[in-house]
């Protein structure tokens, strides 16, 4: 007898249908899997017999073929071994096989017949719900995450004999062990989801560094990549890490993706969406596919679980340059385009990047109280270790001096997350507003054609940037950065043109391009610091 089964597999972050073939016919008992399996779907084989076994029902003592269709699409991982045990019984006439026609089916299998958490769940519920499937069977501690997305009945099991029971039952909304609407609160979810929540880090803990505190502003409210210059203990990975406190919540798109995101590699800690923006902060030694994704699967790497959050790379200059070089075109275009077996994957990767540097290789250069000991050599070759072209791409290029005595033992707290995250929000809504017909939300994703039709400043402000052009030799690339940044600055102030004010305040902001550390250049006058 002949069974078919509707399942899932994963290719990237997105779900892709299968249908599971399973037959039943004369000769050796035996389990042959057909259709580009990998290793853990081979393996399946052995997991389900025992199941099966173990669940009280009988493996057909004949030979039984398993067919994953369509036949050219790699299949992964054990969240086959549900659909695939189910045939079996359905084919072996042990259950009814009906209502598999209306069901999206996975999960891994334990060998007492227990169904185990998979990868997935809200991709598979987005799958169902655009196949217009009529509900999905799903193991039991993912069945809140996949209920999250709605307008997908979900049923969550927590073994085949369960299972089984629903299929036998024939009405699957009140068939016992499923969850369905909002109902299991209290079920068991991964990661400890009543677990109290940290608080976030608050920007009023940060003493002093104004013009690095402005910065982290005018990065939250454009979207514009960020990089702090300074020696160690000024407060630069302080200041990093309370950026995501800053910037907007996300939306309920914007959630639905991060948590797709989240939910195919396997790093979903709590149960529903994801209501926090990311921040993600590898470690130096990360290679160029745990950076941008990749590898067997593929699976998304870490510019991609920052996706519309925040990516910190501290100590930029230790990172291998052609690790850090594979940034370029995700940061310029917002997505990893990578091609694995006649197939294109896509992963978002719509990030705002922070680094973090060290002026020179002791890091006291500039500091008054400490002497240097680079030669200019030396701290050339520092600095050579992050390409030009990847320094480009960083609109705010922003010295941190270190702290003096005074800042570390003033009392007056600084302003609050909230605060500042206040005007953030203010200036996004004018920037959406702004940039609604041309399909961008930020200042930072503006192209050429936008920044002539939004950002341009008054004569005034093209005359003070004509000549930072002419004395600094910047690239067009960087041109285009500091009118982007100028236009943010003036959403920050609810201005509706860009003025000289805001070409020059956002000129401060390439501190690397000025070739200087100090917080004040001849060119713009009194640093934007003096005023804070």
Known sequence: MLARVRSLTLLGIEAFPLTVECDISGGLPA????????????????????????????????????????????????????????????ASEQLPGPLLDGLLVAGELGLDGGVRAVRGALPAAILARRLGIGALLLPAVNAREAQALGGVRVLGVGSLGGAADLLRSGDLDGASGTMTGDGGAGMAVPGGAGRPRRAEPDLADVRGQGLARRALEVAAAGGHHLLFVGPPGCGKTMLARRLPGILPPLGREESIEVTCIYSAAGLLRRAGLVDRRPLRSPHHTISGIGLVGGGHGPRPGEITLAHRGVLFLDELPEFGRATLDVLRQPLEEGEVSLTREHRTVRFPARVTLVAAMNPCVCGNLGR??????????????????????????????????????????????????????????????????????????????????????????????????????????????????????ARTIADLEGAADVSAAHVAEAVQYRSLDRGTGATADPLIGESHDQGL
């Open 368 to 485: 008054a109280d400490r002497p240097c000991g680079c030669t200019p050599a030396m701290v050339a070759h520092y600095r050579q270790r992050v390409s030009g072209p990847l320094l480009d791409r960083f609109d705010l290029q922003v010295s941190v001096p270190p702290l003096g005595r005074g800042d570390l033992a003033a009392t007056a707290a600084g302003e609050t997350t909230a605060a500042v995250g206040a005007r953030v929000a203010a200036a996004r809504v004018r920037q959406a507003e702004r940039l609604r017909s041309e399909g961008l939300s930020t200042n930072a994703a503006m192209d050429a054609a936008s920044l002539r039709r939004h950002g341009m400043p008054d004569p005034e402000g093209r005359r003070l940037l004509n000549r930072a052009l002419g004395r600094l030799g910047l690239s067009a690339r960087a041109h285009d950065g500091i009118l982007r940044v």
């Open 31 to 90: 389990i042959h899997t057909v259709g580009l399996p990998d290793a853990a779907v081979r393996e399946s084989a052995d997991r389900v017999r025992a199941a099966i076994r173990n669940s009280g029902f009988e493996v057909p003592a004949r030979r039984i073929t398993i067919s994953l269709a369509p036949a050219d699409l790699r299949k992964q991982g054990a969240a086959l071994d549900l659909p695939i045990a189910l045939g079996i019984l359905v």
